[in-house]
């Protein structure tokens, strides 16, 4: 579907938790009637426990409090976490509860990796960033690096819908009758400010593709510059297309990779890709002064995005994702100007010359760890044509350990 772009909003952006942390809390605090809250981790750390605190805050003085985690993601979280917020009034789910965690079925890789607020049907907070504290990390990898955007105004209608779209399904497939509920209050969508903005959606029925398709009509406008960063980039072949295609009309393109990784065959597999694109004039860096888990682009300085969608297979085939996308040049340059202000303070520049004189061991690293990903998106059986190479029109593909 396309999307729909509103105007009339006001947009915060929120660097990382140092941004997003206190405005979250403030808002909870200040809740009078109704919590929405997804996470794909709610971790057991200093911050899981002070949001958890003021869910429970707020739960007493009698504000419904809806809580949706993920049970892969989140799979501790009913020890953890549960008795404390249902003691104190809390709703809470966890979606897909894992049970046998060594045993492969496809629906597992369906995960909510959705990372979204909405109090009072008023304000909502979009993005990428899991209640964990950023310095959850490894000592080499902390503070974690990441975007969140405040919301305000009529994209907030599209927010609060598929919040409570949600917990109606992860309510009915779990038997929770009881939390199946009438809207407490209707959202607040009056004009707020002046920012046009459309909130997206991925799922496995009417929206499996509108984030990808949304990334890829902007590419394909693009006339000046595409700076995308973002924590893992498996593009397939269409994305893949379109960021050539780009290159080749004179559009500057500038990625900015995780180069430090809590996945090491996704980042290896990615790799494989470097030189392909770097043959195409397209600009890699990688950042290394901390764990990465962006998931943001600017383009031309009047289209951005913030979100939960990787660009890679798992996000835009098989997870539950959600983005805002904005057309207004003030809040692109911001995160622009952040982006780049990042990569000056923690990146490296990738140049062809390393990959192509890389030893053979390596190049076969980086390609079996390609092809493998590939095999385990065919292995679910959910990846469409579009994922799928062909051969009479390459499109940004790894390249072979021979070459």
Known sequence: MAAEFLPGNRLTLLNSGQDYFPALLAEIEAAQSEIYLESYIFADDEVGHAIAGALCRAARRGVQVNVTVDGFGSRNFSSEFMPLLTAAGVQAMQYRPEIGRFHFKRHRLRRLHRKLVVIDARVAFVGGIN?????????DMRPRYDYAVRVEGPALQQVHHAVR????????VNFKRRFRHAPVVAPHCALAGAQTAAFLIRDNIRHRNDILHAYIAAINAAQEEILIANAYFLPGVRF?????????????????LQGKTDHPLLRFA??????????????IFEYEKSFMHAKVAVIDGEWATVGSSNIDPFSLLLAKEANIVVRDAAFAGELRQSIYAAMADGAREMHAETFTRQPIHSRLLRWLSYGLVRALVGLTGYGPKHWQADEETPGLTAESPAE
């Open 240 to 256: 893949g297309r379109a960021l050539q295609a780009a290159a080749r009309r004179g559009v500057r393109i500038t990625v900015m």
């Open 165 to 172: 779209r949600i917990w109606e399904i992860v309510a009915w």
């Open 270 to 283: 990615t790799q494989a890709l470097y030189l392909a694109a770097l043959e195409s004039k397209i600009r």
């Open 131 to 139: 209640i964990i504290d950023d310095n959850n990390a490894p000592d």
